[in-house]
């Protein structure tokens, strides 16, 4: 079990930045393809970013191409989310996900992941 926790949410104006955290337990973090995702009201949940077990390899739907970047700590058991030059469509509550995996496979479907988070509300204003 990997019981996932994510803060750094908030309210920021359009074109400011937000970084986003996602603390794990247990000692198999290391294990793990760590991804993601968003969904706004009205809206299917969506992919956002994934990065595989060893922070190798990453993987950025293009809407968020150039402005976000996931990574992971280890040793912290951590994944994080940097988010620059926000848009209010970003606005969404934002979920991280475990995906037990074997390599450096990343994934951008949902339905693969093991193990999501609560999730953390981000809003943009215009």
């Known amino acids: 079990q990997v019981q996932l926790v994510e803060s750094g949410g908030g309210l920021v104006q359009a074109g400011g930045s937000l970084r986003l955290s996602c603390a794990a337990s247990g000692r198999t973090f290391s294990s793990y393809c760590m991804g993601w995702f968003r969904q706004a009201p009205g809206k299917e949940r969506e992919f956002v970013a994934a990065?595989?077990?060893?922070?190798?390899?990453?993987y950025y739907t293009d809407s968020v191409k150039g402005r976000f970047t996931i990574s992971r700590d280890n040793a912290k058991n951590t994944v994080y989310l940097q988010m620059n030059s926000l848009k209010p469509e970003d606005t969404a509550v934002y979920y991280c996900?475990?995906?037990?995996?074997?390599?450096?496979?990343?994934?951008?479907?949902?339905?693969?992941?093991?193990?999501w988070g609560q999730g953390t509300q981000v809003t943009v204003s215009s």
């Open positions: 996900a475990a995906d037990y995996v074997l390599g450096e496979l990343v994934t951008n479907s949902p339905n693969i992941y093991d193990f």
């Open positions: 990065i595989s077990r060893s922070g190798g390899n990453t």
